[in-house]
Nanobody, 125 residues
Framework: QVQLVESGGGLVQPGGSLRLSCAAS????????MAWFRQAPGKDREFVAA????????YYGDSVKGRFTVSRDNAKNTVYLQMNSLNSEDTAVYYC??????????????????WGQGTQVTVSS
């Protein structure tokens, strides 16, 4: 069974940090680009970050550059998103996704065909 399971979401104060994890199963993890997207209420799903299978390439959305870091452990079939300097605009449901992408298409939602159920991140004082 193909599955992505996110964890690590929660409530954090502005300026704080969170680390999301996504555990993959049921497919050959090492051959897939892994990504994080997010969706706030009333808004479209937004690209956050992605990492190629060989870890040589990472790509970030403009709104998170310099604050978020994506990484993966191919031995554990897990991808991570370290989020620092969080602000209220980061409040959203965060989704993990897997897809076969080129380096140029890492940020394209349409390139991902395996999705997790999402984890809520709320930034509030």
């Amino acid at each position: 069974q193909v599955q992505l399971v996110e964890s690590g979401g929660g409530l954090v104060q502005p300026g704080g940090s969170l680390r999301l994890s996504c555990a993959a199963s049921g497919f050959t993890f090492i051959t897939y680009t892994m990504a994080w997207f997010r969706q706030a209420p009333g808004k479209d799903r937004e690209f956050v970050a992605a990492i190629k299978w060989n870890i040589l390439y990472t790509y970030y959305g403009d709104s998170v550059k310099g604050r978020f870091t994506v990484s993966r452990d191919n031995a554990k079939n897990t991808v991570y998103l370290q989020m620092n300097s969080l602000n209220s605009e980061d409040t959203a449901v965060y989704y993990c996704a897997a897809g076969k992408t080129t380096t140029q298409t890492m940020g394209a939602l349409s390139q991902y065909d395996v999705w997790g159920q999402g984890t809520q991140v709320t930034v509030s004082s």
